[in-house]
């Protein structure tokens, strides 16, 4: 299975680096089926009407009255699960989390900015991207990209998606600032889906996420797939990890995504410890990238970074954080 599915990743990939419009993956018999249940599952997911919370500003401000160090920039960029819609608190959403572990971490402050979008698809980065970059005094240091659910039901081109997604990669990339996409989610895990949507779900997610990453790995960034929403615990406590709306993660699925995000993020700039190496014993190691792109969109907190040639390093991070900063005791960000 993850050689087939790895096959088609690296398809959708060229097509996207080349200018394809989108590989059929699904036959045409399935599509009025697709689109019944499609009509069936967004009146019983609903929406949600709250105001995101804005959880931009200044994390571990102590830090900076300790060690007087200039803060390091985070910013996210992506859909409504970057932007932390589901949540009621600004310390609930993932940027919250995400910024306060990596100033824990980092033993500095840390500057949070968001301009994910509500409703987003690959279509919105170019715009969120030029947001960033439009003040080099305040470019980031780092970036958090979480994007693709919305691209996957409206039904856009997978190679459309990839290609945008690689732009993005690629002008953060030049602008210096370091970049960790958290891919396309199953959306097979939302309770509310029936089948068949919910196998055809699952499997256009999965295979979106594998390209996703072959584009960001090869553009210098590093991925951590949200597989099935980080984790079997999302098919298992739905009531606990989804949000009101059935759709969108709660606080605790926030958190449970950035015991996930966190290490990767730290590895990016340098701050996770030297000797964290592959463990055989955890099925990690070199792969070419197709494949370990396919393993890791079959397996939420899987991280997959780039390395000589075309073979990717393949980490299993969920669940590794550093014993002293546990996600549900964040602080909240300083006025």
């Known amino acids: ?146 994007i693709g659910a919305n691209d996957v039901t409206h039904r856009m081109p997978p190679a459309e998606s990839v290609r945008l997604l690689s732009d993005a990669v690629r002008r953060l990339r030049e602008s210096g600032c370091a970049v960790v996409v958290g891919t396309c989610p199953d959306l097979g895990t939302i309770e509310p889906v029936y089948q068949p949507l919910r196998w055809i779900a699952r499997r256009l997610s999965r295979q979106l996420a594998a390209a996703q990453t072959i584009a960001v790995v090869e553009q210098g960034g590093r991925t951590v797939s949200l597989g099935d929403l980080l984790g079997p615990e999302f098919e298992a406590r739905p009531r606990e990890l989804f949000g009101p709306d059935n759709y969108h993660p709660s606080a605790e699925g926030y958190a449970t995504a950035a015991m996930a995000v966190l290490p990767t993020l730290c590895a990016a700039l340098g701050l996770w410890p030297e000797e964290d190496r592959p463990e055989a014993a955890r099925q990690e190691g070199y792969l070419p990238v197709a494949r370990a792109a396919a393993e890791a969109a079959a397996e939420g907190g899987t991280e997959v970074t780039a390395a000589r040639g075309p073979w990717a390093l393949l980490l299993r991070r969920r669940r590794r954080l550093p014993e002293s900063q546990p996600p549900t005791a964040l602080p909240t960000p300083e006025p």
């Not at 059929?24 to 967004?42: D, I, M, Q």
């Not at 900015?113 to 980065?125: E, F, I, K, P």
């Open 1 to 146: 299975m993850s050689m087939s599915r790895a096959r088609v990743a690296r398809r959708i990939a060229a097509a996207a680096a080349y200018g394809g419009g989108g590989i059929g993956v699904l036959g045409g018999v399935v599509v009025g089926l697709v689109l019944t249940e499609v009509s069936l599952a967004r009146k019983v997911v609903g929406g949600s009407d709250a105001v995101t919370p804005v959880a931009d500003g200044r994390y571990g401000f102590a830090f900076a009255l300790r060690n007087g160090q200039q803060p390091l920039r985070l910013a996210f960029l992506g859909d409504s699960t970057a932007a932390g819609q589901g949540v009621h608190r600004p310390s609930q959403t993932p940027g919250a989390l995400l910024a306060s572990g990596l100033a824990a971490v980092a033993e500095r402050p840390v500057d949070l900015r968001n301009v994910a979008s509500c409703g987003a698809q690959s279509t919105d980065l170019q715009r969120q991207v030029s947001l960033l970059l439009a003040d080099p005094r305040t470019r980031p240091d780092v970036c958090v990209i979480m």
